[in-house]
């Protein structure tokens, strides 16, 4: 089984261009990738209060292998390179999440799908947008509240943030308590929310296919 990259010259940032792949690398265990995205989806489904089976996970996780045979992943940058964020808008994204979801009405589902799309197909960067810690007028961090950070895959970093693949778990806890703004008791409660440790994994693999280690 193989898996498509951009080509090192095709454009970078946002990822609506259609502009990608020439080169294969091997994918050689799409069994592993599919429990990382069921442990994923199980987990994000359970701590927004639903039971996962109801839903169907390691079919979306399948459809999720599948597309990206089809389309490809981003290319890896050279060395040296620092990259840019990209987007994705919702004209490209919403066929994409509709594969995915193949024909469920449910509406976590539909926003799971969306999350993992762009944490898949979002080009790489090495400088972090500090959206973890970067707070309103009133002193609060949106990306530190349970309540908006329960609905997001990822917790409170991006799901294309470089920390992901950069830092070390340890390493990655002490940044997001250093920057901590709230009570601490509700981050160390909840640390598998606001940091889940299967999302890195899920990163962490999908840049290791594109780097080929």
């Not at 999350?115 to 979002?122: D, E, M, N, P, S």
């Not at 997001?176 to 890195?200: H, M, S």
Request: hydrophobic share 40%.
């Amino acid at each position: 089984m193989t898996i498509m990259v951009e080509r090192p010259g095709s454009a970078s940032g946002a990822i609506d261009t259609g502009r990608r792949m020439a080169r294969c690398f091997p994918m050689p265990a799409e069994q592993e990738f599919v429990g990382l995205v069921t442990t994923l989806v199980t987990r994000f489904f359970a701590q927004n209060g639903r039971d996962l089976t109801a839903v169907e996970g390691e079919p979306l996780a399948g459809r999720l292998s599948a597309l990206i045979m089809e389309r490809g992943l981003p290319r890896a940058l050279a060395e040296g390179e620092l990259g840019s964020p990209g987007g994705m808008s919702d004209e490209a994204c919403a066929p994409l999440v509709a594969r995915l979801v193949a024909g469920s009405k449910d509406d976590l589902l539909a926003d799971t799908a969306r999350q993992l799309i762009k944490a898949c197909f979002y080009p790489e960067f090495k400088v972090c947008r500090d959206s973890y810690r970067a707070a309103g007028p009133d002193g609060r961090c949106r990306r530190q509240e349970l309540a908006r950070v329960r609905a997001r895959v990822s917790g409170s970093h991006c799901v294309d943030c470089p920390h992901w693949v950069a830092l070390d778990p340890a390493a990655h806890q002490g940044l997001l308590v250093e920057a901590w703004r709230g009570a601490r008791r509700e981050y160390v409660e909840n640390t598998g929310i606001f940091l889940p440790e299967d999302f890195r994994a899920l990163r962490r693999y999908l840049h290791n296919q594109v780097h080929q280690r």
